[in-house]
């Protein structure tokens, strides 16, 4: 069955930086274009980045270009996504998901950017 798991969220200070990774099982995921998401409380999931199976080209929301880099491994079936210059309205719950698997989604990652 299908299986994403995040990870590597947590508490991290304004200006700092982390690494989000996804880790897909169930499906063929070397063919799969994959898109991470974030969901603050109180407000609706947004797209943050997406990136095709075969890693060229990438997007990015408006408010993470520049901050935000999205990488897959297809070896290892993960996708990750390099956070930078994290400010405060970065807080939110991270999700990976497969453009082509849109209902599946993994338990997300907690991100909270504080001082």
């Known amino acids: 069955q299908v299986q994403l798991v995040e990870s590597g969220g947590g508490l991290v200070q304004p200006g700092g930086s982390l690494r989000l990774s996804c880790a897909a099982s169930?499906?063929?995921?070397?063919?799969?274009?994959m898109r991470w998401y974030r969901q603050a409380p109180g407000k609706e999931r947004e797209l943050v980045a997406f990136?095709?199976?075969?890693?060229?080209?990438?997007n990015y929301a408006d408010f993470v270009k520049g901050r935000f880099t999205i990488s897959r491994d297809n070896a290892r079936s993960t996708v990750y996504l390099q956070m930078n210059s994290l400010k405060p309205e970065d807080t939110a719950v991270y999700y990976c998901?497969?453009?082509?698997?849109?209902?599946?989604w993994g338990q997300g990652t907690q991100v909270t950017v504080s001082s």
């Open positions: 998901n497969a453009v082509n698997l849109a209902g599946y």
């Open positions: 169930g499906f063929t995921f070397s063919r799969s274009a």
């Open positions: 990136i095709t199976s075969s890693s060229v080209p990438t």
